[in-house]
């Protein structure tokens, strides 16, 4: 690991305006996945800013009827808060799925919608890789490529978002809240909040130079049947080789996400409008135009399948 400074700070202006001020500096608050790049040499940051002191790490009711979770609330605490179980199950159980006990005490909200992929060329500092050397090549797409993504891909990139967490949270139509170094405040709709790979798979989300998550907004509950199957190659601790979460109303429409398959949640407005018509016809919305690689086509069969078994769970 190289040397590197250290700071706490008290507000998110004083956060921000440090991560202006100082170049390649980064927030750390969990440090689940942060210190372990720095420990490859992924992450090389010169300057670390410590936000655990920010009071971020509240879960509020808004004055809309929806929740308002604070950048800092633990995984665990989230999980396991009442309203998110009664009223926003989908969540609690694609938290509950995700990493360990041990990670899920530190690990944060912002923290998890900001975890990098776990494409193995990405960890592998020997192998070319975009998302971490700009301009280097791509690995995966004449690798080991049976964990990588179906849709959203690029000759650039086919790495696939490893959280759970955001998967939920893109079914539940959350909402980003964030602080600029010049004070302003922002909110970006989740699905804004990832870019497509394109040819600049290291630029992985929208957020500004020193912009800093204060709070992800939930809308009022929908009621419905809530699931969330992820599919993988153990019981516990691994990522999903593909993952469905569903909000599903009695009168059978609903909403869908997937993980495990794309540079973000895998969502698509066309693929909920066909929920009444049944599984084949959101998986085929979902999969237009899907560009699999020879060891991750399996998935494809994958998806269709656990689509299938959640929606008819739901409707039972």
């Known amino acids: ?6 700071q706490r700070v008290t507000t998110p202006a004083e956060a921000a305006a440090s991560a202006r001020q100082t170049p390649g500096a980064k927030f750390i608050a969990g440090g689940t996945n942060l210190l372990d790049l720095m420990k490859l040499e992924i992450e090389t940051p010169g300057h670390l800013i410590d936000v655990n002191g920010l009071g971020l790490d509240t879960i509020e009711p808004t004055a809309e009827g929806g929740l308002r979770i604070g950048a800092l609330v633990r995984n665990t605490d989230l999980a396991a808060d009442e309203r998110v179980r009664r009223d926003y199950a989908v969540l609690s159980r694609a938290l509950l799925a995700g990493a360990s006990g041990q990670l899920r005490n530190r690990a944060t909200t912002a923290g998890n919608l900001l975890q990098r992929t776990r494409c193995p060329y990405f960890y592998d500092t020997h192998q070319p890789c975009n998302k971490r050397l700009p301009g280097s090549g791509c690995a995966a797409l004449e690798g080991f490529s049976r964990q990588h993504a179906l849709v959203g891909v690029s000759d650039a990139c086919i790495a696939t978002h490893p959280s759970d967490m955001a998967v ?56 419905g049947t809530h699931i969330y199957r992820k599919v993988r190659d153990r019981a516990s601790y691994a990522f999903a080789l593909v993952s469905v979460a569903a909000v599903i109303q009695p009168d059978g ?46 998935k494809l069969i994958l998806a269709k399948r656990t689509l299938a078994s959640v929606l008819t769970e739901a409707r039972a």
């Not at 690991?1 to 250290?6: G, I, K």
């Not at 979902?286 to 399996?298: D, H, I, R, S, V």
């Open 253 to 298: 429409t609903g909403r869908v996400a997937l993980g495990g398959v794309a540079h973000k949640p895998w969502r698509l407005d066309t693929a909920d409008a066909q929920i009444p018509q049944g599984a084949q016809a959101v998986y085929d919305a979902l999969f237009a135009g899907a560009k699999p690689t020879p060891e991750n086509q399996f």
């Open 168 to 223: 939920a949270m893109r079914v539940l139509d959350a909402v980003v809240e964030t602080v600029k170094p010049d004070g302003s405040e922002r909110r970006i709709a989740l699905d804004d909040f990832y870019r497509a790979p394109g040819t600049t798979p290291h630029l992985e989300t929208v957020l500004t130079p020193g912009e800093l998550i204060v709070a992800v907004t939930l809308p009022p509950p929908s009621g």
């Open 1 to 6: 690991m190289r040397a590197f400074t250290y």
